[in-house]
């Protein structure tokens, strides 16, 4: 069956496309505005909230230190023994430079440091609801107190499943009309303007609906093995997709075949460190995030050869996890095994290293262990044996900060070098979860999107996943919800 839209949804000002933090973000500030707004998910219900149903909520915003947004989180009460350090505009500029080895946008970059903080006050002021990520940004210290570091402090209460039951009752709240189960499948132009999309649902209707503005909040292209192997390059088929099942880059594609321009990096994205054989360690809505694996910063990392070769210390794990990930996939397989001692293992977040059926082996001895993930038991004890010789006791071993204690060792680990001797020993096996990919659209600093002349795509803005320009190679974590909201925003103030 076919629905014409103009005969079953009356007058539409804006469509958005997606369902996740971003399309949200942009669908509230539209309605905000009293426009009538229809948001579209392909996923049902059950299914619905994109990659931002799957993230533990981090948010990385910029701010004075905790009296400037004690108002925005929860009360808790280690509140009065915390410390978080202030993380400024100039510092949040910085990392993503940094990471991305300067080919973030620096127009983006500055939109996105200066609005992080008044945005997430606006959503909090809508009735999103925050908390400081004591378990994931925050180590006890000796004295009872905690330090927050890594210039990622906030995240939402419940993760991604409180973000996505948040923005939703929102959206109820608003009057916007969000419709589950439906995939875009292009889009409608007049005269050079964009004046709608096409559609099918899951009840078999396919139809086109029209509006004055549409914002594509669809994600990249990560769950396309075709366009993840021509993009990113061989071996990237083999990925596994941490996050929604439907990113597959089919609305990049009718962007770009309309005349947006491509922006931002096509040829790199977000990959993290990913249980690796756990059953359904792909789009797993019930274990979500947990199937990451943080902790490497804390021990070591070896390939199946029983090798090292990375700096599990470079930095903080915000400013590594989201590139390490392509690391792993270049080894032997596919995979490695993050390797601690009960005195590490200790440490490790138990949202991540307890959750059920774990890809983890532990013995006694190092060579027992290599025995039972199957790595040659001599070049293991080797690689531990010349680690552990080779670290500088002399300095002081401290989580909370880049403490220097180095492993002089090839590759170094250049922090948090602990020798590996006390055990049960501990092995968790690890591949390359792929989160998102960062090539995208075109847009300017309030979304709308540039086609190939420069000139603006009328009638469509992007936000989100699909916006091309700030991140490449890397991303300091709690970035991307931070941009979703921030670039959401601005495009629902427009559309």
Known sequence: MTRNSSQDNGHIDVIVVGGGNAGFSAAHAAAERGRSVVLLEKGEEDMAGGN?????????????????IRDLVEPDDRHAATEVPPYSPEEYAADLAK????????????????????????????????????????????????????????????????????????????????????DV?????????????????????????RAESVVLAAGGFETNPELRRQHLGRGWENAKVRGTPYNDGSLLQSALELGAAPGGDWSTCHSVQWDAFTEKNESNRELTNRLTRGGYPLGIIVNTEGRR????????????????GAEILKQPGSIAYQVFDATQRALLRSEEY?????????????????????????RLSTTVDEF????????????????????????????????????????????CGITFTFGG?????????LGSDGESVDGLFVCGEMLGGLFSENYPGGTGLAAGMVFGRRAGLLA
């Open 52 to 68: 931002s149903y799957y993230t533990a909520g981090a948010t990385r915003i910029s701010h004075a230190g905790f009296d400037d």
């Open 185 to 209: 499948t292009g889009l409608v132009t007049e005269d050079d303007k964009v004046v709608g999309v096409t559609y099918s649902n899951s009840a078999g209707d396919i139809g086109e609906l």
């Open 354 to 378: 307890d959750m059920p059926g774990i890809s983890v082996e532990s013995a006694d001895s190092i060579e027992g262990l290599a025995r039972k993930i199957g790595v040659d038991p001599s």
């Open 309 to 324: 070769f990375l700096d599990e210390g470079a930095d903080f794990r915000n400013y590594t996890y989201a590139k390490y």
């Open 441 to 449: 659209l075109k847009s300017d600093t309030h979304g709308r999107v």
């Open 99 to 182: 990471v991305t080895n300067g080919k973030n946008y620096p127009d983006l970059t500055e939109v996105l440091v200066t609005e992080s903080q008044p945005t997430l006050r606006w959503l909090h002021g809508l009735g999103l609801k925050y908390r400081l990520m004591y378990e994931r940004q925050a180590y006890e210290r000796p004295d009872g107190g905690y330090l927050f570091w890594g210039g990622l402090h906030i995240g939402n209460v419940g993760g991604g499943e409180g973000l996505i039951a948040d923005h939703t009752r929102v959206a109820h709240e608003l009057g916007i009309d969000l419709r589950y189960g439906h």
């Open 388 to 431: 552990n010789a080779s670290i500088d006791l002399d300095v002081t071993w401290d989580p909370t900060v880049k403490d220097g204690r180095r492993a002089d060792v090839e590759p170094p680990k250049s922090n948090w070098a602990a020798p590996l001797e006390t055990g049960p020993f501990y092995a968790f096996a690890v591949t």
